[in-house]
């Protein structure tokens, strides 16, 4: 029912091409390798247009809540809870793409650390040289918990100095990759997106943060079945598919 839907809600915008509109998305960093390859193929059968507005979930919620204009939202489910509650984005429409975990990567070729349980874990970042992150002043969803685990185990202070603090974990991680920084801590689908780091683990269950995102309609949208199509096909057999590969866990 849902793909013969989507095929009509498609098929409607393919046959007024003169009517194609431009669709803002507000799209976190751990979805946006799946987002952007999913979105092509809505451009090509829509015939409408995707302008990105990139930034963490935690800003993402931030500039939205603070009345950025635009179409489709993709952040944390607990996020777009609160817009929706706010009246920011339809709380009707809101569709989960997905729960993704923090893991730990390094150089490709790199000796990989010890990270099979949470002892192990402690041994291995107080013997790390460098450690990068996502800075959790900047919003961003790894970051928060991240810093949230190295205080509940202890490892806060000891290992402050060696913290390499970046606004966005994708670009720590090309850092991890010229092997400036040793160890990159983020969103797994984060590190299998960057090929030229590997991929050692998730964090131990003890200490894992999986965090569900989602998507939903802006409130204030100017072409709300344009966004309703796009949010199909995120949400789509084939999407979940994607996401899949890229270390989300999906229902």
């Known amino acids: 029912m849902r793909r013969l839907i989507l095929g009509a ?38 015939g409408n247009t995707v302008k990105f507005e990139f930034g963490t979930a935690g800003a993402v919620v931030k500039k939205v809540a603070g009345g950025a204009p635009g179409d489709v939202v993709l952040a944390t489910d607990k996020g777009l809870a609160g817009l929706a509650k706010a009246g920011k984005v339809d709380g009707g429409s809101i569709r989960n793409l997905g729960s993704m975990g923090v893991g730990v990567a390094v150089k490709a070729g790199a000796p990989k650390p010890d990270i099979h349980d949470v002892d192990a874990f402690k041994k291995s970042m107080l013997a790390a040289r460098s450690i990068m992150y996502a800075n959790p002043a900047k919003g961003g969803q790894s970051g928060i918990h991240i ?83 796009l949010i199909e096909i995120l949400t789509s057999p084939s999407a979940k598919a994607k996401f899949k590969a890229v270390g989300f866990t999906v229902s």
């Open 9 to 46: 809600m498609l098929a409607c915008l393919a046959a007024v091409p003169a009517t194609a509109a431009e669709v803002v998305v507000f799209c976190p960093g751990a979805v946006q390798s799946v987002v952007r390859d999913l979105v092509k193929s809505y451009e090509q059968k829509s």
């Open 147 to 229: 810093a949230k685990v190295f205080a509940q185990i202890g490892l806060d202070k000891q290992i402050a100095s060696k913290l390499q603090l970046r606004d966005r974990g994708p670009d720590g991680l090309k850092e991890v990759a010229k092997g400036k920084i040793e160890v990159g801590l983020g969103q797994i689908s984060e590190i299998l997106a960057n090929k030229d780091v590997v991929l050692v683990g998730p964090f131990p269950p003890a200490i894992q943060g999986s965090v569900m995102f989602s998507a939903a309609v802006h409130s204030g949208s100017k072409d709300k079945h344009a966004a309703e199509a």
